[in-house]
């Protein structure tokens, strides 16, 4: 149980266009989901949670117009890379968590690669 | 700011070899922590989570203790297997949910 997917698995783009990746929970409802991103030979780092059917919340340092996240379900969390340049190029990681629960689940990611 | 080292930065050990992880995080009010493995070009794959009203916890050959008061938990892998090499990760997190990462311990475990 407790099975989240991430599509694409990888994506190539040009500079300036804009890219969404998918975040699905297919087992349970998250109320929850978070949102990293992770350089090579890096720790991931946190980018936003968001709760189902309200905004999002970015840390600090993270765009909130050029990475745009919608959690429309309680099953679905979208990220979009509005005018990706090369240094957005990354491993997209999501996580879902369910209401009351304290375990993140993680998908399997999204390498973004910006040409 | 919550930060979080995790000693050694990388291991390699033979098959068998029974080895602990550690990880130090430098905020004590935090409520839980969680381990995980990454694959290489993978997602994050929990491993155990030690909730605020535990010590420890154990799965199969691992085991993860947890002391909030000196800001250190270890992961302790018994009879290591060459398909335990992985990068592992702690993350403690607060109320809040939020999973604050260490930079990793990269296992290689040899035949």
């Known amino acids: 149980g407790a099975v989240v997917s991430q599509h694409p698995s990888w994506v190539i783009c040009k500079s300036g266009t804009s890219v969404k990746i998918e975040c699905r929970s297919l087992d349970f409802q998250a109320t929850t989901m978070f949102w990293y991103r992770q350089f090579p030979k890096q720790s991931l780092m946190l980018m936003a949670t968001?709760?189902?059917?309200?905004?999002?919340?970015?840390e600090q340092g993270v765009e909130k117009d050029k990475f745009l996240i919608n959690h429309a379900s309680l099953t679905l969390s979208t990220l979009t890379v509005t005018s990706a340049h090369p240094e957005d190029s990354s491993f997209y990681i999501c996580s879902a968590r369910e209401e009351r629960g304290l375990k993140q689940y993680f998908g399997p990611g999204t390498r973004l690669t910006v040409t | 700011k919550q930060e979080v080292t995790q000693i050694p930065a990388a291991l390699s050990v033979p098959e068998g070899e029974n080895l602990v992880l550690n990880c130090s995080f430098t905020?004590?009010?935090?409520?839980?922590l969680q381990w995980f493995r990454q694959d290489p070009g993978k997602g994050l794959t929990s491993l155990l989570l030690?909730?605020?009203?535990?010590r420890e916890q154990t799965s199969g050959r691992l085991n993860a203790s947890l002391d909030k008061s000196s800001g250190r938990s270890t992961l302790y892998i018994a009879a290591s297997q060459p398909g335990d090499s992985a990068t592992y990760l702690c993350?403690?997190?607060?109320?809040?949910?939020?999973?604050?990462f260490g930079t990793g311990t990269r296992l290689q475990v040899t035949l």
């Open positions: 968001s709760n189902e059917g309200s905004k999002a919340t970015y």
């Open positions: 905020d004590s009010a935090i409520y839980n």
């Open positions: 993350a403690p997190f607060g109320t809040a949910s939020k999973l604050t």
């Open positions: 030690i909730q605020s009203s535990q």
